[in-house]
């Protein structure tokens, strides 16, 4: 698929229970509208957000992973979101080291009185990776099953 | 494990979730989704009549799990789950799908809203079809309650916990119980004396037999969680013991130092051992560390020379309590508006121009002009007083953009009190609106306006400068639309509400949050409004927001009736979603052991993680460093979060 404005990117986003998901309630509640491109996933702190969970999406399709936390100092848990932040910039290097544009992943601090910037963090986010196209990981797959199924039609 | 028996029920919530998302729709694509053996629809899922639908389904279809897709599970999971539980389904085999919060009501296009809709419940019963029944784990508790705050918020909650058989600590910062509300001369709309009414209650705090004082004392740290909270408190020197000091005062005499009284709000002087007020609890004096010429005997040792019952010990050094509390009220309180931040109104650079809490000294009998109102730079009685409303509050440009809510009152209540005291002075005050919601407040008001001779201006200072011995306030009169100059003798600013500066130190140290003016949050601005998010973690007073007395002292008896209903329980319950460690994988590393903020996570004999279940809080960041993937949280194991993640990105 070309990158082009009717390409809508697949997104999932891991939100902590107490400040993001709370956030993204804020903004149902208060009737913002934002972008539909969004699957929204409850974890209960940022911190329980691992690699594998992110690059698991990345794999199954999704052209973006988004993970919103509370903010520095704020978490429910103490430090859970800090532990995130160091994950996502090593994530983020690894990403790249294998072609894989590194804002594909966005941690976002979204407190649960934040719902406006819950929409904003969507609206953009979306946007974002809409100019992004996309996701190599998926176009790899799809190419690879072609080339499987090329093979065997071949045989 | 037998095959999944999953219930869908989606609801409409009138047009709520209908106006946007087809529920028909999802309900049928849903019917077709792996280990989905029951689907409907209803217009109110959250009525009896829903309820029963989901309970009958569960008899009738012998569902292993039931997915309510509706609005956010903090709504409505805990009425799902008793559902589930009265059709004897465990609580913890239902879970929420926000269909509304997540996506009707932010999306208008139905068939966009549709599918995501289809994709939000999918997560949820491929998460449902993971979960396990759960119990939940009961905790023994103490029976010990810490306040946090000894104004009258925090009083109020003392007493009230304490006259209800439990134990309380109370700690405040200062060298005396009281707060603010010491300070202060009458209180609207009232006007009873405001010492009058509150030491008889700081007397009844400090003779209870439930309630250990601590003064002059802070929290430094808390840990532990609900019905076990471990506080470390530092009480502070104060060099004088209260057991021994008799009130004499000659200390006070013979000290040759001396600094403003923080009291008078620096409209006075104090020496560096002093006695904040005469009825201060507990009654004993404090040797301020930071004034005194220097603790050692040879130094100066004047007071000690001079005190006859040998109450001062210049040994004293702090003390460290480590205390287990069940439940934590936490009552900071106010700090008004830092005067010097208000330049733009002369506060700092002019002399008499003073703040609403240094005019309520200048009114009240404790005060340094002993209740006569003379102004701080002359010591005359002010002949023309100007009253100016909102000073730093409602001006999002420069200062707070909140109302502080109390200033209205408080300053009709100045005016009122000035101009029955001094009969021929005129009283100006310059407001916004006057905002007097209340019982029995828009009557003081109207008496004032009409019955005290108070003139009422609406409209903003434009500046205020000092002119010989006046201060010159200009003015709009934004009714008659006329310029107003004013040669006044005394400003009187009604300063905005903060938060107390030491609030964000407390919530940080408690782990509960701050709102974006700082005041501490509630865990629901409506229907919890006394709770923070943290279980067991209460709050009260005008910490919380700005509020008047009555209003600190109902929320502070709400906050002590919810910490009383928590050590009345005989075990408390904590959620079992906890996390396990699987002893076939785990390796002994120990890294989730460094990941752990609670201490939950420890090394066994066997040289393999342990969690104890008590202290978990489900955070999950051990599973998400644990190399081998032993450490799971139940009911949101890696294996349902993949599940999850995939339906959530399939097509169809």
Known sequence: MAKNATFEPRIVAFLCRWCSYAGADLAGVSRMQYPPNVVPIRVNCSGRVDAGMVMKALEKGADAVLIGGCHPGDCHYVSGNYKTRRRVILLKKALSEVGIDPRRVHLEWISASEGGKYRKTIETYVELVRSLGPSPVVAASSDADAVAAGVSDGS | ?652
């Open chain 2, 1 to 652: 494990m037998a095959a999944p028996r999953i219930g869908v029920f989606v609801c409409r919530c009138g047009l709520n979730i209908e106006r946007t998302v087809d529920t028909e729709a999802v309900a049928a694509a849903l019917a077709d989704h792996p280990g989905v053996v029951h689907t409907d629809t209803y217009d109110y899922m959250c009525s009896d009549p829903g309820q029963a639908k989901i309970k009958e389904a569960i008899a009738e279809h012998k569902l292993s799990g039931v997915v309510v897709a509706a609005c956010s599970p903090s709504m409505h999971e805990p009425t799902f789950r008793r559902a589930g539980a009265e059709a004897e389904l465990n609580p913890y085999l239902v879970e929420m799908a926000n269909i509304r919060e997540h996506c009707s009501w932010v999306h208008d296009d139905r068939n966009e809203a549709t599918e995501k809709a289809m994709r939000i419940a999918r997560t949820m019963i491929e998460k449902v079809k993971g979960n396990h029944p759960l119990d939940d784990i009961r905790i023994d508790h103490v029976d010990k309650c810490l306040v946090i705050g000894g104004g009258i918020a925090g009083i109020q909650a003392a007493l009230d916990v304490a006259d209800a058989g439990f134990e309380v600590l109370l700690v405040e910062k200062e060298p005396t119980l009281g707060g603010h509300m010491a300070q202060l001369s009458e209180t609207f709309p009232t006007l009873d004396c405001s010492q009058c009414i509150l030491t008889p209650k700081m007397v009844e705090a400090d003779r209870h037999p439930n309630i250990r004082v601590l003064t002059y004392s802070e929290v430094l740290d808390v840990s532990g969680y609900v019905g076990n909270y471990r506080v470390k408190i530092r009480k502070n020197p104060t060099y004088v013991d209260p057991e021994k000091c008799n009130l004499c005062g000659d200390c006070v005499k013979v000290c040759p130092e001396s600094t403003k009284s923080e009291f008078d709000r620096g409209l006075s002087e104090r020496k560096a051992i002093y006695i904040p007020f005469q009825q201060a609890i507990p009654s004993s004096y404090t040797l301020d560390e930071e004034t005194c010429l220097g603790l050692h005997p040879l130094r100066c040792s004047e007071c000690q020379k001079v005190c006859e019952v040998g109450a001062i010990d210049y040994d004293m050094v702090p003390e460290i309590l480590d205390e287990d509390v069940a439940a934590i009220i936490v009552a900071t309180g106010y700090e008004p508006y830092p005067i010097l931040d208000l330049g733009e109104y002369g506060a700092g650079s002019i002399p008499d121009v003073v703040d609403g809490l240094q005019f309520e000294r200048l009114l009240s009998a404790s005060g340094p002009t002993g209740g006569e109102i003379r102004r701080p730079s002359d010591g005359r009685v002010p002949k023309n007083v100007v009253f100016v409303q909102c000073a730093g509050s409602r001006d999002p440009e420069n200062h707070n953009s909140y109302c502080s809510k109390i200033c209205c009152m408080y300053t009709a209540k100045h005016a009122l009190l000035y101009r029955h005291a001094v009969h021929d002075g005129e009283a100006t005050v310059f407001y916004i609106d006057v905002r007097a919601g209340g019982k029995g407040y828009e009557e003081f008001i109207q008496n004032a306006t009409e019955e005290e001779r108070i003139r009422y201006l609406r409209g903003k200072v434009a500046r205020i400068f000092q002119d010989g011995d006046k201060v010159t306030v200009w003015g709009v009169d934004t009714i008659s639309g006329k310029r107003v100059d004013i040669a006044a003798d005394l400003v009187v600013l009604a300063t905005s509400m903060n938060p107390h500066p030491s609030t964000e130190a407390v919530t940080k140290t408690l782990k509960i949050g701050c709102g974006g003016e700082g005041f501490l949050k509630e865990a629901h601005p409506k229907l919890r409004p006394v709770e923070s998010l943290t279980a067991g973690v209460f709050v009260a007073g005008s910490g919380q927001g700005p509020k008047d007395i009555p209003e600190s002292v109902a929320q502070a008896s709400g906050a002590a009736a919810k910490a009383i209903a928590l050590m009345a329980q005989e075990k408390l319950t904590h959620s079992p979603e906890v996390v396990s460690i699987d002893e076939e994988i785990c390796g002994g590393c120990g890294v989730c052991v460094g990941m752990c903020p609670y201490g939950a996570l420890s090394l066994n004999g066997a040289g393999q993680a342990e969690c104890n279940e008590v202290l978990c809080e489900s955070c999950g960041t051990c599973v998400s460093a644990c190399p081998t993937g032993a450490a799971q949280l139940k009911n949101l194991s890696d294996n349902q979060v993949r599940e999850m993640i995939e339906v959530a990105l399939a097509n169809g």
